[in-house]
């Protein structure tokens, strides 16, 4: 049997669908070597499980998938009712039994990767609204994805680092992170140079006369940004700063 195909052609989409779909993969070969009692143990995010992350990561594709049906019908159906319901959604399904986890994260995932493959091209181009509040096309539900299961595949503190993260993904996000600081004005007298980068090599306030300047490769910097680690960073200061809040 011919295996069935995504409907877009469109080339850049397939080609973002295919990333996302590696991230995914990605994350569940991360969540596959932990056994049932290592589930319980502290993520990188604080004051959150490995469960916790677990349970964001399986119910994301759930909320990215209510807002693929959104496109593909014209009925509104945002992410989640409210960011308290969101909340409460992954507090409780960290306290699922281990095989209830876990098929939360492979069915949600694969539910999401078919809802993708058929959406024709014109749904992909039809608005809908992030929890963020954002209006986007519907295109851009695949990023969001992107951006979770690479972030988050690091956050389950199982060996994956932001080394293992494509390039191109680094690149995007880094530029989304430093975004969002220059919208809030916090990137002020702060300068990111990366190392050894074939893309981006400098970001944030690049027209500030002294500023702070931090230094890593795109990994390292990328990570730091993220708020998830230090391991890489220079600073042409005394001490490597806190990153400024992304979201």
């Not at 916790?52 to 998938?65: D, K, L, P, Q, S």
């Not at 989640?80 to 949600?108: C, F, K, M, V």
């Not at 970001?203 to 230094?215: H, M, V």
């Amino acid at each position: 049997m011919v295996a069935r195909q995504d409907l877009t052609q469109d080339p850049d989409l397939n080609s973002a669908l295919l990333t996302a779909r590696r991230g995914t993969a990605f994350f569940g070969r991360k969540l596959n070597e932990l056994s049932d009692h290592d589930l319980d143990a502290p993520s990188l995010l604080p004051g959150w499980t490995r469960r916790h992350v677990i349970a964001h990561i399986g119910y994301n594709a759930r909320a990215i998938a209510r807002l693929i049906e959104w496109a593909n019908t014209g009925v509104e159906t945002p992410m989640y009712s409210s960011w308290q319901a969101r909340n409460e959604e992954i507090d409780y399904g960290a306290t699922l039994s281990p095989i209830e986890l876990r098929n939360l994260y492979e069915h949600s995932a694969t539910d999401l990767s078919a809802k993708w493959r058929d959406t024709a091209q014109e749904a992909w181009r039809h608005e809908v609204k992030t929890a963020q509040g954002r209006t986007v096309p519907a295109s851009e539900t695949v990023w969001m994805r992107t951006r979770e299961v690479w972030i988050h595949a690091v956050d389950l503190d199982n060996g994956a680092s932001f080394d293992d993260v494509p390039a191109d993904v680094l690149e995007r996000l880094l530029r989304d992170i430093t975004g969002a600081w220059h919208h809030r004005g916090d990137d002020r007298d702060l300068r990111l140079e990366v190392l050894g980068s074939g893309g981006v090599t400098q970001l944030g306030d690049t027209a500030a006369a002294a500023p702070e300047i931090i230094t890593g490769t795109l990994p390292d910097i990328t990570g730091w940004a993220a708020g998830r680690s230090t391991h890489g960073i220079t600073s042409n200061r005394t001490d490597v700063p806190q990153a400024p809040r992304w979201i």
